[in-house]
């Protein structure tokens, strides 16, 4: 039992090191070329407009379009990643949007702008117009007020002097009535 033990100890002490060996992630010359041809042809067809369904005009699926991983893209890739990205942004300096997806997020996201502005103008408008109208109302109000004075002060003062004439009509009480030729 003891010569047991001792193998068993002397298999434990044992280096868990794998032994050096080449890497085998090292690809050839044609496998590199390969790889930048299928990179490129992806970022032909992304900025073409040809974004895959669940995709958009990125890293994402740049990488993902010439099967490689991103962290190959972003490690090995890199300059190709950079033209891509350099591309995109001169396609979106002149106004041209690769991504439909895109395009038409930006469209609604001016409309939306546009009609934030436009909504902003008319509650300006719309609050304007509510205290010019309160005003016109305080105006209205004044008036009718003046008016009632006007029509109390007309029935005050017609009331005595339709008293002072008792049935006289104007031509009675005029100087010519007076004077009758004889």
Request: aromatic share 2%; proline share 6%.
């Given at each position: 039992m003891r010569g047991s033990t001792s193998a068993r100890c002397a298999s434990s002490k044992r280096s868990t090191r794998q032994p050096e060996r080449p890497d085998d992630t090292a690809l050839s010359q044609n496998q590199r070329d390969q790889v930048e041809r299928r990179i490129r042809a992806a970022i032909y067809r992304l900025l073409a407009g040809q974004i895959p369904q669940s995709g958009a005009c990125d890293v994402k699926t740049l990488a993902r379009e010439a099967g490689i991983s991103r962290a190959a893209l972003y490690r090995t890739w890199g300059?190709?990643?950079?033209?891509?990205?350099?591309?995109?942004?001169?396609?979106?300096?002149?106004?041209?949007?690769?991504?439909?997806?895109?395009?038409?997020?930006?469209?609604?996201?001016?409309?939306?702008?546009?009609?934030?502005?436009?909504?902003?103008?008319?509650?300006?408008?719309?609050?304007?117009?509510?205290?010019?109208?309160?005003?016109?109302?305080?105006?209205?109000?004044?008036?009718?007020?003046?008016?009632?004075?006007?029509?109390?002060?007309?029935?005050?003062?017609?009331?005595?002097?339709?008293?002072?004439?008792?049935?006289?009509?104007?031509?009675?009480?005029?100087?010519?009535?007076?004077?009758?030729?004889?």
């Open positions: 300059h190709l990643k950079d033209e891509f990205e350099k591309r995109r942004a001169a396609a979106w300096a002149a106004g041209h949007q690769p991504d439909p997806r895109e395009a038409r997020i930006s469209r609604l996201r001016d409309i939306n702008g546009r009609l934030t502005s436009k909504l902003a103008r008319t509650n300006t408008e719309f609050t304007l117009l509510k205290e010019r109208h309160r005003l016109l109302l305080s105006v209205l109000a004044a008036k009718d007020d003046e008016l009632g004075r006007l029509r109390r002060e007309l029935s005050t003062h017609a009331a005595p002097a339709r008293n002072n004439g008792q049935g006289t009509t104007p031509e009675a009480s005029s100087p010519a009535a007076e004077v009758t030729p004889r």
